[in-house]
T-cell receptor, first 114, second 112 residues
Framework: DAGVIQSPRHEVTEMGQEVTLRCKPI?????LFWYRQTMMRGLELLIY????????DSGMPEDRFSAKMPNASFSTLKIQPSEPRDSAVYFC????????????FGPGTRLTVT | GDSVTQMEGPVTLSEEACLTI???????????LFWYVQYPGEGLQLLLK?????DKGSNKGFEATYRKETTSFHLEKGSVQVSDSAVYFC???????????FGRGTSLIVHP
């Protein structure tokens, strides 16, 4: 398996623009997670899905952020409009869940909003 | 709720020195415990895990033992290499929730 795939790897955009991050989880994994990592706040869980259904989005910072999972092999995280404070590395991870199951992380998307 | 506390970094060592990164947790039930490693510019990857009390996880010379009595899962390595320089995250799942809980991460810097 190719592992979790994320695109783009780097994104530079101007404040106010829409940004869409993409993720392809590992086949057969029924949970998908979106994280944000910054120096100040560390690793933050934004939202997670089970069988394509959003379960908990309490970590989404505000209404400018939205996430979808239209099928088992694809998810998007959208920021509209983007702001400089959204600059971070965004990770997607997938897992089978239960005691003892680890998460598999993608390489991340480094977002810079100027 | 569940929580994980790691020692703050950075931890700076010379090559071949011994490493210990402390991790303690608070959880209900019987969680599984994990150490993940993040190399520069990459995502987190599993380093080792333990699923029940007294289990020892090991990988690439790293070890950690699940200590229920002290609620700890300290990461150890007898002789570190420059290539071990990375950020190490302690995590748990299956306590109050199956959703993983991560520590803040500890940066390790190994000098030649």
């Amino acid at each position: 398996d190719a592992g979790v795939i994320q695109s783009p790897r780097h994104e530079v955009t101007e404040m106010g623009q829409e940004v869409t991050l993409r993720c392809k989880p590992i086949s057969g994994h029924d949970y998908l997670f979106w994280y944000r990592q910054t120096m100040m706040r560390g690793l933050e869980l934004l939202i997670y899905f089970n069988n394509n259904v959003p379960i908990d989005d309490s970590g989404m910072p505000e209404d400018r952020f939205s996430a979808k999972m239209p099928n088992a092999s694809f998810s998007t995280l959208k920021i509209q409009p983007s702001e400089p404070r959204d600059s971070a590395v965004y990770f997607c991870a997938s897992s089978q869940l239960g005691i003892g199951y680890e998460q598999y992380f993608g390489p991340g998307t480094r977002l810079t909003v100027t | 709720g569940d929580s994980v506390t790691q020692m703050e970094g950075p931890v700076t060592l010379s090559e071949e020195a011994c490493l210990t990164i402390n991790c303690t947790y608070t959880a209900t039930g019987y969680p599984s415990l994990f150490w993940y490693v993040q190399y520069p510019g990459e995502g987190l990857q599993l380093l080792l895990k333990a699923t029940k009390a007294d289990d020892k996880g090991s990988n690439k010379g790293f070890e950690a033992t699940y200590r229920k009595e002290t609620t700890s899962f300290h990461l150890e390595k007898g002789s570190v290499q420059v290539s071990d320089s990375a950020v190490y995250f302690c995590a748990l799942s299956g306590g109050g929730s199956y959703i993983p809980t991560f520590g803040r991460g500890t940066s390790l810097i190994v000098h030649p």
